[in-house]
DNA sequence: TGGCTTTGTGCCGACGCTAAACAAAATACG
DNA sequence: CGTATTTTGTTTAGCGTCGGCACAAAGCCA
């Protein structure tokens, strides 16, 4: 059972996440020696995961020898992820530092069976491998839905015409194996809900880097979801289930839920409530998200239209001030429509949250809109990573 | 910067939990050779933590040689805990394994000055370890109000005449180096929220032991608190103040609460609300939890009574439910009232959360009332324990 | 009594890290 | 303009921890 260097998991993070751009801090961030941050970056470095350039690089002026400056090789391996979503599927291959290397358009037609769907999205990620001749370590899957730890079965998936249960994880595997693809380790963890994983990306590559707990809500076309990263690590629940905010009560007289409770934040905060509080005739499902932040962007200034939004931000609100104190993070990060919200009026959200929880004083907490292009599927890819990531020689096992 | 044996940290908390009673199964556990656990057992033997029994104990029958016992030193070093609560404050010497070797009787009579009250609680442990002549390697405070981190101040104590943002952490900590008591390091930590605490307690020795997601939460006399262990750690938000599950909304309609809402939890399940709703006239804030456990311990045939306890299980029950959706817990542990709720009726708290969480099927998350005397104690030792338990040989640096 | 199985221990080597000295590349200062 | 200072990178030696292995010990089973 021998392992490899102990400290070269944590490097290889630190150069991944951008928080070590030279060999120097690298040394303070993982309190070891210069000799030994020398030695694990000469070996990332081999195993062609990051590069070191060594010309001077215009640094910041302070006195002394000049770093040679850190970054992920731009040009090594990849991870193929996916992501499926109410308007089509997408597949992408993702390097390290979340850098989108290639992508397939958004393909508009979901199939009714699971395992279709899978096979097509995981057949168009060999094709983009085919194509580019990256080396693949790995594959990622983003759904819609929640994820059932430990088989990983997503269940109620409202927004696709999928059974609830149905085994994506193992669907998404057996199509990677017939597609060829080899990935490094055995290891589960590859299949996880779009927020969740939209959250990891934030956390890692985007808006939430640097916070200690961070809480992401987001709502695509129909509902609100929600995560959590606590100490860097996704909290998915003991069975995978955590964060299901959808039914938090934010208006007990209001809209019935399919829950059976009445103002649920699923149908208090989402998209078609927006549209129906601005009294606009909602179109249809695939594109509320779509109408409802051109609605937003474009006719801000329409009463109506701004009622709407204050009406929605209040109820936003409110259960964004419940998860604060029952979770305290330390940032909150929207995404999908509330982006568009709290982007319209952030000063607005920002205080209704802090008036209703309970420790609003020294302002509350920071609410920011989400800063990554398809963070899911970025996310999907970090799921991919993670094994890398914990003990990057694994991917000497495969090699040619 | 010398560090210790790595692994020796992880193998005393396995002792120190239970989870490791022979050499054998410090091996399995650690994932090392039986080489490896065998020194580091002598060596944690040598620092005088464990004591290893050379006699074949009465093994489970299995074949092979038999193992030698392990268990945590009964006369070894101990850490000094105390409590502070609505009706008194207390004292304990706790060794390893959360055994309390040593405790005042509660003292009732709380002074209105936090000082006071710190400097008279540690005086009196400082007594029993005159008394009993224990070594003594650290403290830890519990107290009945949220801590703010990082500088540990007591935030709206509502049950003591203290100022809100008293720096308990930082009085206690001065009145333990003017008792001249030592403890091995100068790290933060040493004070926390009593349900926290109790929690963490439950969680090594209780009730919650070998869950991996544990929520917890008790009603004292006023108000109902809550806490989370995620993956064997206290979660305890980026400012210390997670878990304020008082103001989850569970009767919209309720009793007006002080934070300006109406129906919390807070005032719709905790002793006093329960007293109201079986007709009885309550007593002084003191005696409300004894009160109200009298009550539905000695006259829960009574139909009125019977009635207050189904009305407040469904309270709780909704309360929990939202907390289920939120944290995706494995286990619940309820302590104070809810502890007596729950053993009233296991059945009906069970079902009302398993029907109004989302994913209640498969049974639904299983409630226990709490196991431990002096959970909020223990919880308080646990917190002394924990740089001891990071890096045993931290004892080795005040050493006589 | 002689296998068989499981546990405990001693010895050696591999490996990951620290420490310390040295070399390199820039700025600061006379 | 040359030298001191500061910071970074590299080399070498050495140590400590742990894995691997062989062997001994202590119980069952036949």
Redesign the interface.
């Known amino acids: 059972m021998e392992r490899g260097r102990s400290a070269l998991g944590p490097a290889l993070e630190l150069v991944h996440t951008g928080r070590a751009p030279t060999r120097a801090v690298l040394t303070t961030e993982l309190g070891v020696t210069r000799a030994t941050a020398g030695a694990v970056a000469a070996e990332l470095e081999a195993l062609g995961l990051i590069t070191v350039d060594s010309r001077p690089h215009a640094s910041a002026g302070s006195q002394g020898r000049p770093s040679h400056r850190l970054s992920v090789n731009e040009n090594g391996p990849v991870v193929l992820a996916a992501q499926i979503h109410a308007d089509g599927y997408r597949a992408a291959l993702v390097g390290l530092g979340g850098r989108i290397v290639a992508t397939t358009p958004s393909c508009g037609i979901i199939p009714a069976d699971p395992a279709q769907v899978l096979a097509e999205v995981v057949e168009a990620g060999a094709a983009l491998l085919r194509d580019t001749g990256r080396r693949c370590l790995g594959a990622g899957l983003a759904v819609p839905s929640?994820v059932?730890e430990p088989d990983g079965e997503a269940?109620n998936p409202l927004h696709l015409a999928w059974p609830s249960g149905a085994p994506v994880r193992e669907l998404f595997l057996r199509a990677l194996a017939d597609a060829g693809i080899p990935g490094v380790t055995e290891k589960i963890g590859f299949t996880g809900n779009d927020v969740n994983l939209g959250a990891l990306a934030e956390h890692r590559h985007g808006a939430g880097r640097g916070a200690?707990?961070l809480l992401c809500v987001a709502s695509g076309h129909r509902g609100v979801g929600?995560a959590l990263v606590?100490d860097g690590r996704l909290?998915?629940?003991?069975?995978?289930?955590?964060?299901?905010?959808g039914?938090?009560?934010v208006h007990?007289?209001g809209t019935p839920c399919h829950?059976g409770s009445r103002g649920c934040l699923d149908v208090e905060a989402d998209p078609l409530a927006f549209l129906v509080a601005a009294g606009r005739e909602p179109g249809p499902e695939v594109s509320l998200l779509h109408q409802a932040g051109e609605l937003l962007r474009n006719e801000y200034t329409d009463p109506g239209v701004r009622a709407a939004a204050d009406l929605l931000i209040d109820r936003l609100g409110l259960g964004l001030a419940?998860?604060v104190?029952?979770?305290?993070?330390?940032r909150i990060i929207l995404g999908g429509l509330h982006r568009a919200l709290v982007e319209a009026d952030p000063e607005r959200l920002r205080a209704v949250v802090a008036d209703r929880s309970?420790?609003g004083r020294s302002g509350g907490v920071p609410i920011l809109p989400c800063s990554l292009d398809h963070n899911s599927l970025v996310g999907a890819a970090e799921l991919a990573w993670q094994p890398i990531l914990d003990d990057p020689l694994v991917i000497l096992d495969g090699a040619a």
Chains 1, 2 share one sequence.
């Open positions: 929640a059932a269940l200690r707990h929600g606590l909290h998915s629940g003991s069975s995978g289930l955590a964060l299901e905010v039914h938090l009560t007990p007289e829950c419940g998860l104190n029952i979770l305290n993070p330390d309970l420790w």
